[in-house]
Nanobody, 123 residues
Framework: QVLLIESGGGLVQTGDSLRLSCAAS????????MSWFRQAPGKERELVAV????????RYADSVKGRFTISRDSVKNTVYLQMSSLKPEDTAVYSC????????????????WGQGTQVTVSS
């Protein structure tokens, strides 16, 4: 059983930075590929960033490249999403997810999900 709990969301202004955290617990969590997704009202869920089990490989959506950074701390069993230069279009519920698939390019299936944290960027 894997449990994921996100935190760090909030209301910020355009151009601000924010760091999301995803605390993970459970067996072999450090062997899982971890990702951040987001979903805005009326839109489909979007894959934002992926980090491999080792932390050595990452992948980003084009919309966040150069602004967001995903990382993981295997000691703290936590995955982070550092977001900078935030825009109103980044407003969404952000969720972390885990998969046993170690290929960050093919992705999924994601078997474990957190409950999500709201990020709102005002203009």
């Amino acid at each position: 059983q894997v449990l994921l709990i996100e935190s760090g969301g909030g209301l910020v202004q355009t151009g601000d930075s924010l760091r999301l955290s995803c605390a993970a617990s459970g067996d072999w969590i450090n062997n899982l590929t971890m990702s951040w997704f987001r979903q805005a009202p009326g839109k489909e869920r979007e894959l934002v960033a992926v980090v491999s089990w080792s932390g050595a490989n990452t992948r980003y959506a084009d919309s966040v490249k150069g602004r967001f950074t995903i990382s993981r701390d295997s000691v703290k069993n936590t995955v982070y999403l550092q977001m900078s230069s935030l825009k109103p279009e980044d407003t969404a519920v952000y969720s972390c997810a885990a998969t046993e698939n170690d290929d960050i390019w093919t992705g999924g299936p994601y078997d474990y999900w957190g409950q999500g944290t709201q990020v709102t960027v005002s203009s």
